[in-house]
């Protein structure tokens, strides 16, 4: 068994089940305040414009709980789309958010674009916004934190933690130069900044790679703990497992050179709910940790069901062998 996994023979309740009637629930970030408030920050977008509207249409929310599995209620937006222009006008997704020194960091995809699928996809950005709290009023920025250069077509999907040695560390998903509209491979990199606020540096080591496929993994979160670091991935192609879209744990011992698990399975793409009802899922993925003690407590992920359109953030507690 994984050193950090999904129980065996859980039964989720399906109060860690956050919906909205109507809306597209997607990725989420929690932070839990001093006084034990649950702060998410979560992906949204209007349920009756498909699946494939996180593109085009996504806004990030925010809700609040007691408890860090919910329930959760809906408090109002963070971000969300305005006038056009900017180079992050046209929508918001897959957000990240840490609090370091007193102020909290909100790492997300800006894109901007003409309506059109791919036109949106092709001009995401890594940005970031700053608050005073997890409620907000958040402060963005005229600038994307991380632009597009020779042989990255796009960035996105960031993730960002504190390293023992005092740096930012960063992984970001890209797009190499290719044929468009896909473009090349999507590749990973690492990048680290003295500051949240950048400049981030990409890291000439890349991020969990293979030549066998040109889209290895997909979503992911990484930490540190006890001086050795983790991160949990898709396993986008079933490469690494033969699992397709399973979750799984990587290793290193100095967040640069990463190695699979001796057992790395963290959980398969479906979950079994109180009632024994066992639903499988097209996507359960955007890992995100809450940590009690120092160590992972519980993995958020956005789940898309087979057959479904219509998609929500779930909150699954975990094993942990640390």
């Not at 789309?81 to 990240?96: A, P, T, V």
């Not at 960035?155 to 040695?165: C, E, I, M």
């Not at 500051?195 to 030549?211: A, C, S, Y």
């Amino acid at each position: 068994m994984s050193i950090i996994s999904v129980p065996e023979g859980l039964r989720l309740a399906y109060r860690a089940k956050f919906e909205l009637p109507d809306w597209n629930v997607w990725g989420s970030t929690m932070l839990r305040t001093e006084e034990g408030t649950c702060h998410l920050i979560f992906s949204r977008w209007l349920r009756s414009l498909g699946h494939q509207a996180w593109a085009t249409h996504s806004e990030l929310a925010y809700a609040t709980s007691s408890h860090p599995e919910g329930p959760y209620e809906v408090q109002g937006t963070a971000l969300t789309q305005d006038e056009e222009g900017k180079w992050d006008s046209g929508g918001f997704h897959n957000e990240s958010l840490i609090e370091a020194d007193g102020v909290y960091y909100l790492y997300y995809i800006g894109q901007h674009g003409n309506g059109e699928w791919w036109n949106h996809r092709n001009n995401q950005r890594v940005g970031v916004a700053v608050a005073e709290h997890p409620s907000g009023p958040w402060k963005r920025f005229d600038k994307p934190l991380l632009e597009p250069r020779p042989g990255h077509l796009t960035t996105g999907t960031p993730h960002v933690f504190k390293r023992p040695d005092g740096k930012y560390q960063m992984v970001y998903k890209t797009v190499t130069e290719g044929p468009m509209p896909f473009g090349g491979s999507v590749r990973h990199v690492i990048a680290l900044a003295d500051h949240p606020l950048g400049p981030f540096v990409d890291h000439p080591e890349p991020f969990i790679r293979t030549p066998r496929t040109h889209f290895p993994i997909d979503d992911h979160v990484e930490w540190v703990q006890d001086g050795r670091y983790y991160a949990i991935v898709k396993d986008n192609k079933g490469e690494f497992t033969g699992m397709h879209s399973a979750m799984i744990l990587f290793e290193s011992e100095d967040g640069f050179h990463w190695e699979l698990s001796r057992d790395p399975l963290v959980m398969k793409p479906q979950l079994t709910w109180e009632d024994g009802v066992v639903q499988h899922f097209e996507r359960l993925e955007m890992p995100k940790l809450y940590f009690e003690n120092g160590k992972p407590a519980i993995l958020y992920l956005a789940g898309l069901p087979k057959g479904s359109e219509h998609s929500f953030m779930v909150a699954v507690p975990l094993n942990k062998a640390f």
